[in-house]
Structures are given as C-alpha cells and as structure tokens.
C-alpha cells in the first residue's frame, strides 16, 4: 500500500516461488529426483489437479504406474507445497478433502522406499503428508500440475 500526494495505490502481492531451488528435506530422507520449474508466479488458476482414468470412479491405481502416466507432465515440485503451507492463505478451499501431490519431487525414505509430498486439510489446519509409491492412489489423491 502506498499512500502519495492523498493518493492511494493498491499493488497485488505477487508470489513468486523460485521451483529450482534445492527442496525441503525431511530428516533421514534423501531427494530421488527434483524436477526444476524455474519461478513459478503462483496463480491457483495457473495449476491443474489432476486425476488418471485409473484413480477415477472409485477405482484405484499403483503409484508405480501412475508415477509412469505422469512422465513428461507438468508436475509441480515440493517448493510450491513447502510455499503454500507458508501462505495458506493462498491455498483454494476447493482443495480441502483432497491430498494434493507435488510430483515433481520424489523422495527416498530411510528404509529405501520411494514417496511423494502432498498438501492435506485436517479441518482445522493445512499440513504436509506422503505416500509411498508402493500404495494405491484413488479419487482423493490429485496430482498438482501447471495449467496448460
């Protein structure tokens, strides 16, 4: 806000969130693959949940495989999740049931177990949980991705 000669000015915040650098790193696990995005200007209109034919109408699909149908997607990576919990503010209510993953970072448990970050409600507070990739993904498990 900035206040001129009895003038007022309003600025749109923009949020910018820097996608290349290095994630979050939860304690005794490791980063498997970081999928660079250069600066994402966050824009909820600009991401895309999206769901396989595989997790729809109540059927269920294998992280492995939906990890392959999403191979050259874009994915949105951890930092967004990670600048999102910062700024839940930002976060689309429509999002609430829901885990949204950010694909674009997969990570290895300490026991050798691949898994994915995602953004959950607890009806009360936005948090950060993960599946691993052994699991089943249904109907309430989207992936996040850039809006094409």
């Known amino acids: 806000l900035q206040a001129q000669l009895g ?8 949020h910018l969130i820097d996608c290349d650098a290095d994630p979050f790193v939860p ?3 490791k980063v498997e ?3 660079k995005g250069g600066q994402f ?9 999206y769901l396989s034919a595989g997790q729809k109408n109540g059927k269920w699909l294998g992280g492995d ?11 949105l990576n951890a930092n967004i999740l990670d600048y999102l919990l910062k700024n839940p503010h930002l976060i689309p209510n429509e999002w609430k049931g829901r885990a949204v993953f950010f694909w674009g970072t997969i990570y290895r448990y300490p026991d050798g177990h691949l898994c994915v970050r995602c953004l959950c409600w ?6 950060w949980s993960n599946d691993w990739l052994g699991n089943d993904w249904g109907g309430h ?3 996040a991705l850039r809006a094409s």
């Open 141 to 143: 498990n989207p992936a």
């Open 7 to 14: 003038h007022v000015e309003f600025k749109q915040i923009e």
């Open 41 to 49: 200007k966050w824009d909820a209109s600009q991401v895309q949940l």
């Open 33 to 35: 693959e970081h999928q």
């Open 27 to 29: 304690e005794g696990w």
């Open 65 to 75: 495989k939906l990890q392959k149908e999403l191979a050259g997607k874009s994915v």
């Open 122 to 127: 607890n009806g009360r507070r936005w948090y």
